[in-house]
C-alpha cells in the first residue's frame, strides 16, 4: 500500500506540473502576442510594453516558464491586471461562497440519489421506477441554468420564498441571509448532479442485481431486498465512489454556472469576469487551482477505491 | 416419502415452451441424475425448482413440496422452502460466491437467517461446516476471501453455504463442470460422501455421463425440454430406449475407449 | 456540464426476450423522431424563418405567444421563433463540428496507443487523464481568454474536451480486440500492423464509437449552450438557445414563457441523442446481442 501511496502521488506531481505547463504553453505559446490581444485596439505602444512587463512577455519564453512553475511551487500566483491585488488572495476570498456551495450540493445529492438510485433499480418495471429514469434523463439533459432560471422563477418570483440571487455583503457575519442566498443555488446544483448520480447508482444497483451472488443468495431463502443489503454496499461501493470523485469535480465546476445564475461573489464569478476582463493572471491561477483540484480529488478517489476493494490491492 | 415433487412442469418464454411437461419426484436418500446436452433445458428446470427463473419466464403444472403447491407462489413462500428445504450449488463457484465477502460470512449468512443463529454462533458452525467440507486449516479460511481460494476449494465453500441449514434436498447443477479433472473426481467424492451422512435428497444435473453415472441411481434424459427417459442407472446404461440416450451411451463409450490408448502415448513420451 | 451516463447492461436479470429487429427499439424510433425534429427546425432555417433574424417589432415586446409570432418575441421585440430556428442551426453545427475534432483527434489516439508497445500506450494514457481532468468549460475560458469568445474557440474546446474520453474509449476496446485470437493468428502470419487495424480493429469497434459520438453530441450541445449563456460562446448576432435563456433571464418575472422553449429544446435535442444512443447500441452491440441470443436458452 505504501509503494502504491508513493507511486501515486508521484503521478499527482507528475500530472501537476503538465497541468502547470499546459495553462502556461496554451496562454503563451500559440500565436499572439497576450499583450495586443488583451488591449483595446489602438493603444498606444507604451500601454502594451508596460501589459508585455507585467505579464513577463518581454522575457524569453523559457524564462517565463521557468518563473510560472517556481512560482507555483511556492504558491505565488500573480497579480491581478486590473487591482494589482495578489491573485491567491482574491481566490481565497471567494472561497467562503463556493466551498460552502459545492460542498452542500455534493453532499446533500449523495443522500437524496443513492436511495432512490437503488429504488429505481429495484423497482425498475414499476411505475415508479420507470418515473425515476425518465425524470433524470430530463435532469440530464436540461442544462443546469435553466433548471436554476425555473428555481428563480418559480420559488423567489411566483412564491417569494427565498431570494433570487445576490449573496450578502457582510458575508457570512450575516448566517442567517448567507443561507438564505445559498438555498437555491445548493437546490439548483443538487437537481442537476444528483439526476447523474441516480443514474449512476442505479447502474451500479442493477449490476449487482445481476451477478450471480444475489442469485445464490436467494437461493438460500433471502429475499431481493436482504440480499440487496447484503452484497450492494461493498460491491457496489467501487463504482459509486470513482462517481463521487467525478461528482465532486463537476460541483465544482458547476459552481461557475450556477454562480453566474444566482449572481453570487464566488470563485467561479471572479474566473467569470477576469475571462472578460481578460485579466489572464486570476485566468490561470483559478484555473489550475480547480483543476489542481480535481487531481487531488482523483487521487483521494483511487486510494479509497483500494481500501474498498482487497482485489484491487492484490493485483498491484 | 417425496419432498419435492413435480407434474406437468413447462416453461415458456414469449409462448415458446422451452421445458416441457416435466414429471419426476425426489425423497430422501434419492439421488438422481439429470442429463442432457446444453441448451436442454436441464438448468431452467433446476431454477424453476426453486422459483428461481428470471423475469419474463412462465411456468405452468404443479410443483409440490412437502405437499404444498409452489408454481407461482409469492416470494414470502419460496423464501421458507429456499435454504432450509432445498439448496441448490451452482456450476461456476467463482461468481456464485460474493468476491468482497470472507467466505465464513458466506456460510454463517443463511444459519443466521434461517436459525437466527447470532454472529459468533453462526461464525462457528461456519468453521465446523468448512471442516466437514475438508477445508484445510478452517478457523483461518473462514476469513479468507473466494479470489484467495483455489476453484476446488470455493465449491467446497458453495456446498457448506447450501447445506448449512440442512436442507433435505439438494439440487447440484453442473457442480464440476468448471473444475479441473482431478478436483472434479474429489467434489465428487465430498458429494457423496455428504449425502450419505446427511440423506440428503440429490438431483445432480449434468451434460456428461460418466459423472452422472458414478454418483447417481436413477436417471432422467433431458433433450429440446423434454424428458425423453427415466429409468435406474444401470438399465438405461445397459439398455437405453430413446434414441437419444444411445446416442449419449454410444458416445461416453467412444470418448472412454479413444481416451485410453492416447493417455498412454502421452505417458510414453 | 455533465457527463455522459453509461447504463450497465442488464443481462442476467433481465427480462427473457427474443431479440427484435432494431427498427422495432423503441429507444431508436423516439430519439430519431425528436432528434429529426431539431434537424427539420435547423436545416428549416436556412430556406425559410418567420421574419428576419435582425427583424425587430418595437411595438411588440414581451409579447406571449400569438399568430404573428408563435413562441412570442423578446424584450427588443425579435420573434422567438425565428430565434429558436437560427439556435439550432448553431447547437447542430457547433454541436457535429466539436464531435468531429474530438474523433480526429481521439480515435488516432487511442488506436496509437492501443497498438504500440508500453511506454508510447502509457504516455498516451497520462496526457487522456490530465486533459480528462481539465474539464471543458475551463479549457474554454483560458481559450477565450486569449482569443476572445468566437464559434472556432467554442469548437476547439468542446472538442478537445471531448476528446479525451473519446481517446481512452478507443484505446480500451482496441487493446481489447488486440487481444483476441484472431488477432494472434493474423500476426503470426505476418499480417501488417495497419492491415489489422483495418481489418479487425476498426470493424470491431465503430459500434462502440458511434455510441461514443452519438453521446459526445449531447454533451457538445449542452456545452454550448453553456458557453453562451455564460457569454463565452458564438457572438451576437448568431443567435443561440444559451443566449436566449440568459437574456430571458432578466424577463423572466414579465415574460416566463421565454424561458421555456429554448430550456425546452435543448432538452429535446439532447434526449433525443441520448435514446438514438441507447438504441443504436441495443441494436449494433455485439456482445449485447449474444447475451439476449443465450437468454433464449
Redesign the interface.
Known amino acids: 500500500m505504501l509503494g502504491y501511496l508513493a507511486r501515486r502521488v508521484a503521478w499527482l506531481l507528475?500530472?501537476l506540473f503538465?497541468?502547470g505547463s499546459?495553462?502556461f504553453f496554451?496562454?503563451r505559446v500559440?500565436p499572439?502576442d497576450?499583450a495586443v490581444?488583451l488591449l483595446a485596439v489602438g493603444s498606444s505602444p507604451d500601454q502594451i510594453s508596460t501589459i508585455r512587463h507585467q505579464l513577463g512577455t518581454d522575457r524569453p519564453v523559457l524564462t517565463q516558464y521557468g518563473h510560472w512553475l517556481g512560482d507555483l511551487v511556492t504558491g505565488n500566483l500573480g497579480n491581478s491586471l486590473f487591482t494589482q491585488t495578489p491573485v491567491l488572495d482574491q481566490i481565497v476570498g471567494r472561497l467562503p461562497v463556493t466551498v460552502p456551495l459545492a460542498l452542500s450540493a455534493f453532499v446533500l445529492s449523495i443522500v437524496v440519489a443513492v436511495p432512490i438510485g437503488v429504488f429505481a433499480a429495484v423497482r425498475?418495471?414499476g411505475l415508479l421506477g420507470v418515473a425515476v429514469s425518465t425524470l433524470t434523463?430530463?435532469g440530464?439533459?436540461?442544462?443546469?441554468?435553466?433548471i436554476g432560471?425555473?428555481v428563480?422563477?418559480l420559488v423567489a418570483?411566483q412564491w417569494r420564498a427565498l431570494p433570487p440571487g445576490g449573496f450578502p455583503r457582510t458575508g457570512w457575519q450575516e448566517p442567517g441571509a448567507a443561507i438564505q442566498s445559498l438555498v437555491l443555488p445548493v437546490a439548483t446544483l443538487t437537481i442537476?448532479q444528483g439526476s447523474?448520480l441516480v443514474?449512476?447508482v442505479r447502474?451500479?444497483t442493477?449490476?449487482v442485481?445481476?451477478?450471480?451472488?444475489v442469485?445464490?443468495?436467494?437461493?438460500?431463502?433471502?429475499?431481493?431486498p436482504?440480499a440487496l443489503w447484503?452484497?450492494g454496499p461493498?460491491?457496489g461501493a467501487a463504482a459509486v465512489i470513482q462517481i463521487l470523485g467525478?461528482l465532486l469535480?463537476?460541483s465544482l465546476?458547476g459552481t461557475?454556472?450556477i454562480e453566474?445564475?444566482f449572481a453570487l461573489p464566488g470563485l467561479g464569478s471572479l474566473?467569470?469576469t477576469?475571462?472578460?476582463a481578460?485579466d489572464?493572471p486570476i485566468?490561470?491561477g483559478a484555473?489550475f487551482l480547480?483543476?489542481a483540484t480535481?487531481?487531488v480529488v482523483?487521487l483521494v478517489v483511487d486510494l479509497v477505491q483500494r481500501l474498498v476493494?482487497?482485489?484491487l490491492r492484490?493485483r498491484a | 416419502m417425496t419432498i419435492l415433487e413435480t407434474s406437468g412442469l413447462t416453461v415458456t418464454l414469449d409462448g415458446q415452451p422451452l421445458v416441457h411437461d416435466v414429471s419426476f419426484g425426489l425423497a430422501a436418500h434419492d439421488r438422481i441424475g439429470l442429463i442432457g446436452e446444453s441448451g436442454s433445458g436441464k438448468s431452467l428446470t433446476a431454477l424453476a425448482l426453486?422459483g428461481?427463473l428470471p423475469?419474463g419466464m412462465r411456468t405452468s403444472g404443479r410443483i409440490l413440496i412437502d405437499g404444498q403447491d409452489h408454481l407461482g407462489a409469492p416470494?414470502?413462500q419460496w423464501?421458507?422452502?429456499?435454504?432450509?428445504t432445498a439448496?441448490?450449488v451452482?456450476q461456476?463457484p467463482q461468481?456464485?460466491?460474493?468476491?468482497?465477502?470472507p467466505v465464513g460470512r458466506q456460510i454463517a449468512?443463511?444459519l443466521r437467517?434461517?436459525q437466527g443463529l447470532n454472529r459468533s454462533d453462526a461464525e462457528r458452525r461456519a468453521i465446523e461446516w468448512c471442516d466437514r467440507v475438508h477445508l484445510p486449516d478452517p478457523a483461518r479460511l473462514v476469513r479468507a476471501?473466494p479470489?484467495?481460494l483455489s476453484g476446488g476449494q470455493r465449491q467446497r465453500v458453495?456446498l457448506a453455504?447450501?447445506l448449512a441449514?440442512r436442507p433435505r434436498i439438494l439440487i447440484a447443477d453442473e457442480p464440476t463442470t468448471a473444475l479441473d479433472v482431478t478436483v472434479q473426481a474429489q467434489i465428487l467424492a465430498l458429494l457423496d460422501e455428504l449425502i450419505a451422512e446427511t440423506g440428503v435428497g440429490l438431483l445432480f444435473i449434468s451434460h456428461d455421463l460418466p459423472v452422472v453415472a458414478g454418483l447417481a441411481r436413477h436417471l432422467l434424459v433431458m433433450r429440446n425440454g423434454r424428458l425423453v427417459e427415466s429409468g435406474p442407472v444401470d438399465d438405461v446404461l445397459r439398455r437405453p430406449r430413446s434414441g437419444y440416450a444411445r446416442q449419449l451411451v454410444a458416445s461416453a463409450a467412444t470418448v472412454t475407449r479413444l481416451a485410453r490408448p492416447a493417455a498412454r502415448e502421452e505417458k510414453k513420451q | 456540464?455533465?457527463?455522459p451516463?453509461?447504463?450497465?447492461v442488464?443481462?442476467?436479470?433481465?427480462?427473457a426476450t427474443r431479440r427484435r429487429p432494431g427498427w422495432r427499439s423503441p429507444s431508436l424510433v423516439v430519439g430519431a423522431a425528436l432528434l429529426l425534429t431539431v434537424l427539420a427546425l435547423a436545416l428549416g432555417s436556412l430556406l425559410w424563418s418567420p421574419y428576419a433574424l435582425d427583424h425587430t417589432d418595437p411595438a411588440a415586446r414581451l409579447t406571449g405567444p400569438s399568430a404573428q409570432h408563435w413562441a412570442g418575441t423578446d424584450r427588443l421585440g425579435r420573434d422567438q421563433f425565428t430565434q429558436l430556428m437560427l439556435g439550432a442551426r448553431t447547437a447542430v453545427w457547433i454541436g457535429l463540428a466539436s464531435v468531429a475534432v474530438a474523433f480526429a483527434i481521439g480515435v488516432p489516439l487511442g488506436l496509437l496507443a492501443a497498438s504500440t508497445g508500453r511506454f508510447v500506450e502509457n504516455a498516451v494514457i497520462?496526457?487522456i487523464?490530465?486533459v480528462i481532468?481539465?474539464?471543458t468549460?475551463?479549457l474554454a475560458?483560458?481559450?477565450?481568454?486569449?482569443?476572445?469568445a468566437s464559434t472556432a474557440v467554442a469548437i476547439s474546446a468542446i472538442g478537445i474536451g471531448v476528446s479525451a474520453e473519446v481517446a481512452r474509449l478507443t484505446r480500451i476496446s482496441a487493446s481489447r480486440v488486440f487481444t483476441q485470437d484472431y488477432v494472434l493468428a493474423a500476426r503470426t502470419c505476418g499480417t501488417r500492423p495497419l492491415m489489422i487495424l483495418v481489418r479487425h480493429v476498426l470493424p470491431n469497434i465503430w459500434p462502440t464509437l458511434l455510441v461514443q459520438a452519438t453521446l459526445a453530441f449531447?454533451v457538445a450541445v449542452?456545452a454550448e449552450?453553456?458557453l453562451s449563456?455564460?457569454?463565452?460562446g458564438t457572438p451576437p448576432p448568431a443567435p443561440s438557445w444559451?443566449r436566449m435563456?440568459?437574456e430571458?433571464?432578466s424577463t423572466?418575472?414579465v415574460a416566463?414563457w421565454n424561458?421555456l422553449l429554448?430550456?425546452l429544446a435543448?432538452?429535446v435535442?439532447?434526449?433525443g441523442i441520448?435514446l438514438l444512443g441507447d438504441g443504436l447500441r441495443e441494436v449494433l452491440d455485439p456482445q449485447l446481442r449474444q447475451e439476449r441470443r443465450a437468454a433464449q436458452r
Request: with cysteine; net charge positive.
Open positions: 507528475g500530472s503538465v497541468a499546459a495553462v496554451l496562454l500559440l499572439g497576450p490581444t425498475r418495471r434523463q430530463l440530464i439533459a436540461l442544462p443546469i441554468f435553466w432560471i425555473v428563480v422563477w418570483v442537476a447523474v443514474r449512476y447502474s451500479a442493477l449490476d442485481l445481476s451477478q450471480e451472488y442469485r445464490t443468495a436467494r437461493s438460500l431463502g433471502y429475499s431481493l436482504r447484503r452484497h461493498r460491491n467525478i469535480a463537476s465546476l461557475v454556472v453566474s445564475v474566473l467569470l477576469s475571462v472578460k481578460r489572464l485566468v490561470q484555473v480547480m483543476t480535481v487531481l482523483g476493494d482487497p482485489r492484490a | 426453486l428461481l423475469p416470494d414470502r423464501q421458507r422452502v429456499r435454504g432450509r439448496s441448490i451452482f461456476e461468481t456464485a460466491l460474493d468476491p468482497l465477502m449468512g443463511p437467517l434461517h476471501l479470489h484467495e458453495a453455504m447450501a441449514c | 456540464m455533465s457527463t451516463v453509461v447504463e450497465a442488464d443481462t442476467v436479470t433481465a427480462p497520462a496526457v487523464d490530465i481532468a481539465f474539464p468549460l475551463l475560458m483560458l481559450l477565450v481568454t486569449v482569443y476572445g449531447g449542452i449552450a453553456s449563456y455564460l457569454g463565452l444559451g435563456l440568459q430571458a433571464q423572466v418575472s416566463p424561458v429554448p430550456g435543448v432538452a435535442t439532447v434526449v441520448n
